[in-house]
């Protein structure tokens, strides 16, 4: 390498050097407000300090943290940071090392956002009772975000893992900086008047001024008065704006936003063949009922059809025809047996026998039977019945007692 140029290393090396002999950098103290802090899995804080024009890289690595950390630090808190100030070589940028943090009061911009919530909070847009539910199964997603960013591709990824069917339709708006509030909130009438099923708005995670458009009061009035379904998604999951409040649903992430709009159709349609199962299993069982129910009623209509009644009245007609018929010989048998029986008792009071043996009787010529002598008078003539043949009489003589 040429005698006068110098590496990358080199260069960051050299000012870094110039940082480590700079006394006042070494032990300096920076009141300003945090923003982006991140504490690490690793155990160190990373997080930039700011003011209204300008702002530092910082981070306090876990071996001062016991020390110099005796309050949870938060986005928007106004801290002074005693620590030095160096270069990260391997990234040439300068940055402060934080040795400790104290409390200098709450930053001008979390205050101001505070102010905003308690005002719409007071005019009713947050409400619970303005908030509309999320269709469970919505096909048509607009998402209002900008076209380059974490934020739409991993709208994208997860809407189309969970359903590729979906439509998603996206409104390419500004989310930071100047004109960022009022292309949102035309970006969200635009949608609300295509008739989408949800909307989706928001953008990857950033520090309280990087998202400070979705706390603008003309991107709240916008989702308050957007007819459809509003998602919010706005930085990441500890980041809170007024679109969050007023929004029918809140999602920690734009990935949390597209699962909350997109429903997995594999699963859905795993339920509806398990549904179609369950009525199948219920009609075939409702069918078994009826088919039994029918066969059933079947066979009372048969046993009381005129066909069957026409034979069971002919079966009843031949038993009652032969009862009558038994009862009518019975009778007869019974009756003649009677019969005889008078017939043997008057055959003992018969005229004729008495006649046969050896008696008669006497009729006036009137056939009047006669058996008193007081009942005749001189020249009356009688009929005498003999046992063979009769007699004529007239009275000579009449003796009577």
């Known amino acids: 390498m040429a005698k ?24 300096i103290r920076i009141q300003g407000e945090i923003s982006n802090i991140t504490y690490h899995t690793s155990g160190h804080i990373y997080f930039t300090l700011k003011d209204e024009d300008s702002c530092i890289s910082g981070v306090m690595f876990r071996g001062n943290r016991v020390k110099g950390l005796t309050f949870p630090v938060n986005t928007g808190d106004s801290v002074i940071v005693t620590g030095r100030v160096a270069v990260y070589t391997a990234q040439g940028r300068y940055q402060i090392y934080a040795q400790s943090f104290e409390k200098a009061g709450i930053g001008e911009l979390y205050l101001k956002f505070e102010k ?26 607009g998402v209002v975000t900008a076209r380059t960013g974490a934020a739409i591709h991993d709208i994208i990824t997860t809407a189309t893992r969970r359903n590729p069917h979906v439509q998603l339709t996206l409104y390419p708006s500004l989310v930071q900086g100047d004109g960022a509030a009022a292309s949102i909130a035309e970006g969200i009438r635009t949608l609300d008047a295509m008739d989408f099923d949800v909307i989706i708005v928001g953008r990857g995670g950033g520090s309280m001024e990087d998202l400070w458009a979705f706390n603008e ?27 969050d409040f007023v929004a029918d649903k809140r999602a920690a992430t734009p990935t949390a936003a597209a699962e909350l709009a997109v429903f997995e159709y594999d699963a859905f349609m795993e339920n509806i063949d398990n549904l179609s199962r369950t009525l199948q299993y219920a009609i075939e069982k409702k069918l078994g009922a009826e088919k039994n129910r029918v066969e059933l009623l079947k066979n009372i209509l048969g046993a009381h059809s005129p066909h069957n009644l026409v034979i069971q009245y002919k079966m ?37 026998k008495r006649l046969a043996e050896g008696y008669s009787y006497v009729v006036d010529d009137g056939g009047k039977n006669i058996t008193k002598a007081s009942q005749l008078k001189v020249n009356d003539e009688l009929k005498i019945y003999l046992s063979e043949g009769t007699i004529k009489a007239r009275v000579e003589d009449v003796n009577s007692p």
């Open 4 to 27: 006068d140029v110098l590496s990358v290393s080199e260069v960051n090396n050299y000012i870094n050097g110039m940082f480590e002999t700079d006394f006042m950098l070494k032990n």
């Open 116 to 141: 905003l919530k308690a005002e719409f909070q007071e005019m009713g847009m947050f409400d619970e009772s303005y908030k509309r539910e999320i269709p469970a199964f919505a096909t048509k997603i």
């Open 217 to 243: 009061e003309e991107v709240a009035k916008a989702i308050f008065a957007c007819d459809t379904p509003v998602i919010s998604a706005v930085g990441h999951e500890v980041d809170y704006t007024i679109a």
């Open 316 to 352: 009843r007609l031949a038993d009652i025809s032969k009862r009558l018929d038994e009862n009518m010989s019975a009778s007869m048998v019974k009756t003649r047996y009677m019969i005889e029986n008078y017939a043997s008792k008057l055959e003992g009071l018969s005229p004729a």
